[in-house]
């Protein structure tokens, strides 16, 4: 069965204060891995897509890379802006996204 | 560029009463569409996704039913509401043969 798991459920940093959240899938024939940012209320917005391990993509205090088994999303010197529900997704049968549940970033000025 | 309408934004229906999502998509043609349920705290739920006009596949048996009565409109309905409707819609497309979702903006459904 198609999994996405993410960890922690839910992470609280100081601003400034680097970390990372964490994404590992069962998806059987994985053809890529993909980040959301959610907002409170909102409809998720796309970030990255990773396709192969070892490939990383950035995009302001966000990397995100993949190995055979997970992902990171790094978050480096974090914003209060940058507090969200970031959702990870892989292409799992029946031409749908696997979700994982989420990983709730709250950042503390 | 692509855009995707979802409305409305807020929605509250009691018990037994009918429902009319709709979602339409500029920009694009041919794109697959999707109808998502989140309930709170958890993930994104598949409902229904359509490949082109006419075509619906439904990944969850309920209460629920889609039509898609134009290339770039799709619409989610239902008959009689029952308090588990309740939650956060999320309509979204993608090129026809990529992986990549972008959604709307999402409908918060309370059924009372």
């Known amino acids: 069965e198609d999994q996405v798991t993410q960890s922690p459920e839910a992470l609280r940093l100081q601003e400034g204060e680097s970390s990372s959240l964490n994404c590992s899938y069962t998806?059987?024939?994985?053809?890529?891995l993909f980040w959301y940012r959610q907002d409170p209320g909102k409809g998720p917005e796309f970030l990255f897509t990773?396709?192969?391990a070892g490939e990383e993509k950035e995009k302001e205090r966000l990397k995100a890379t993949l190995t055979k088994k997970e992902s990171f999303l790094h978050i480096t010197a974090p914003k209060p802006e940058d507090s969200a529900t970031y959702l990870c997704?892989?292409?799992?049968?029946?031409?749908?996204?696997?979700f994982g549940s989420g990983t709730q970033l709250t950042v503390l000025p | 560029s692509q855009t995707i309408h979802q409305w409305p934004a807020t929605l509250v229906q009691p018990v037994g009463s009918p429902l009319s999502l709709e979602c339409t998509v500029e920009?694009?043609?041919?794109?697959?569409l999707y109808w998502y349920r989140q309930a709170a705290g958890r993930g994104l739920q598949l409902l229904f996704y359509?490949?082109?006009?006419?075509?619906i596949s439904s990944e969850v048996p309920q209460n629920l039913s889609a039509s898609r009565p134009q290339d770039r409109q799709f619409i989610l309905s239902s008959k009689k509401l029952l308090l588990s409707d309740s939650g956060f819609y999320l309509c979204?497309?993608?090129?026809?043969?990529?992986?990549?979702?972008?959604f709307g903006s999402g409908t918060q459904l309370s059924v009372l």
């Open positions: 359509s490949v082109g006009i006419g075509q």
């Open positions: 979204a497309w993608s090129v026809r043969l990529g992986w990549e979702l972008f």
């Open positions: 920009g694009t043609s041919n794109p697959n």
């Open positions: 997704a892989g292409p799992g049968s029946a031409r749908q996204l696997t």
């Open positions: 998806v059987s024939g994985l053809r890529g």
């Open positions: 990773l396709y192969s």
